[in-house]
């Protein structure tokens, strides 16, 4: 689903429960991946996602008041989500620089050259688009999983999504290879 812009404006009410689950039903599983994406352990990107919640919460406000009006309605969900993209990958340099400073070098040209190296934007937006793809997916997913014959569904999930080949799925379905395309 597209951010709901009722949605945002909710987050600016902490009281909002309801608002709050939401959206971290929608999100917190794609800042976690793409933290875990660029090499953070499992405590790290789960840091890493309640720092950007917490700026999330910062920032409520001041989304709660923009006017959706000035934007076509195509760009307005992408305003948010290109600023909650900003939001992480900032969040997500915090994080790497501070452990870095924390973090003996053991004074070798190697690895200084690369603590200084930057990931190139370019490969955060495509990693961060790739994962919210792949949530988004996985949510669609779980929705029509259930109004389909489950038969149907494991032959789609194995042909397409696990990419098994198309006459070992038939075999094992008992279908012919037209019935599985």
């Keep these: 689903p597209n951010t709901e812009t009722h ?3 909710r987050l600016a009410d902490p009281a909002d429960d309801a608002a709050w ?14 933290a875990r994406s660029a090499g953070l352990q499992h405590s790290d990107a ?12 910062r920032a409520s406000v001041r989304w709660a008041n923009t006017d959706w009006q000035e934007a076509s309605k195509s760009e307005r969900p992408n305003r948010f989500r290109e600023w909650l993209q900003r939001v992480s990958k900032t969040a997500l340099l915090h994080l790497v620089t501070r452990q870095l400073k924390e973090r003996g070098t ?9 603590s200084g190296r930057a990931v190139p934007d370019d490969v ?8 919210h793809r792949e949530h988004l997916f996985r949510m669609a997913a ?8 489950e038969d149907h569904w494991n032959v789609f999930w194995q042909s397409h999504i ?3 080949p198309i006459a070992e799925v038939a075999k094992q379905f008992g279908q012919s290879i037209g019935s599985v395309y």
């Design 142 to 149: 779980r929705e029509v999983q259930p109004n389909v014959p």
């Design 124 to 131: 955060q937006r495509i990693r961060w688009e790739s994962e």
């Design 106 to 114: 053991g004074g070798t040209s190697h690895q200084i050259a690369l």
């Design 21 to 34: 689950s939401r959206f971290d039903l929608l999100y917190r599983p794609v800042i976690y991946r793409y």
């Design 162 to 164: 696990e990419e098994k």
């Design 7 to 9: 949605l945002v404006r």
């Design 46 to 57: 789960e840091a890493l996602v309640g720092e950007v919640l917490t700026r999330v919460f």
